[in-house]
């Protein structure tokens, strides 16, 4: 009934037309009545008497017929005026049903949507999740979105289960899933701020070179998009495991996050975390084991609270901004803090001779917490691959050719 419109001044025309139809039933009837009933006959005879009681038998039929037919015409009038009242009945509840859902649906349909993922092992982000991740790092700087859950498959076998997908076909579905999301929402003319965590954050990396590398009128527009990478394994400031050259293992993703790229970026991360925050050179063993002692805090990214963020050392390049999270503890010297009163105590006497040996490991020369800053971002480079970043996206001219990932 929501797409029916009725012309009641039609039904009330007709309506008037059927009731003088049948006044003018009634008064015909009433005349006939006159005529045909109480004939007499014209002789004595058999005939003519058998020929009068046929004709009146005819009146009567004709006159119980007349009634019947008024008493349909009586109740089509009826019918008529019942559904008159209800067609403009249920068109003005109709109306007014759909008034409200059209100012309910102008006052709650998200223009600015926050895409929310989760990491490795977490493909469908808990609202528990998203709503930490929303409150820390998303509310603060975009207050106006609403955060929505995105799955992607985020899986990492062997790590994650023994029937599970390989990185580079979790990423390669994961691309794919967001790429849609975000053509949607843009499409429609929604703000997005796409927040990536972990392997979220490298499917994010590869959806940002894809996009930078699509001809102009193919981007979303700059002032539609924009992104948020936590714990970015592809970090080219403070050279994310992604960024260093570990032969054989993940090549196809040895790929920085643009520095150059069209969309305003934030990327955080924690000091040491090894997933943003790799040595550089795995031969020195007090930072490879830092870095194994240092895995916990990978998990504390998107649990980071104000007062951390607050303390965060910020460097913008481009449209891009990083905010590191300075470590007070060296991880490495974690364990002898385990040992009761003499541990803490020990480990502050040592950290100070210690940390510059280890910290030497994630070196590239470059003064400050940000010494680690990776070399393919100092370089710039962007591998030249002319394949498809994942099926369904058409050839953007830099996209890695996933088939060799792992």
Known sequence: MSFLITNLDAMAAATNQMQSIGSELAMTNTAAAGQTMGVLAPGGDSVSLRAAALLEAHAQQYQAFSAQAEVFQNQFVQTLNAAQTFYAETEASNTAALQLTSNATSQTSPTDVALIMGGTDNPTPSATYVQEVYQTFVLPNYPTYTAQGLYTPEQFWPVTGLTDEGFGSSVQQGIAILNNAIMTQTGAGNHVLVVGFSQSAT???????????LPTILQPNPSLLNFMLLADPNNPLTGGVLTRLIPGALTAFHVPTPVDTIYTTAIYGIQYDPVPYFPANIFNIGADLNAIFSVPLHEQTPLLTAAQLATAIQEQIGNTTYFLVPTTNLPLLDPLRLIPILGDPLANLLQPFVQPFVD??????????LQSISSLAVAGASPGIAVP??????PAGILPLLSDAV
């Open 360 to 369: 030497f490991g994630y070196a590239s020369g470059l003064p400050g917490p």
């Open 203 to 213: 499917i994010a990396t590869m959806e940002m070179r894809y996009l930078d590398a």
């Open 389 to 394: 970043l994942a099926t369904g996206l058409p």
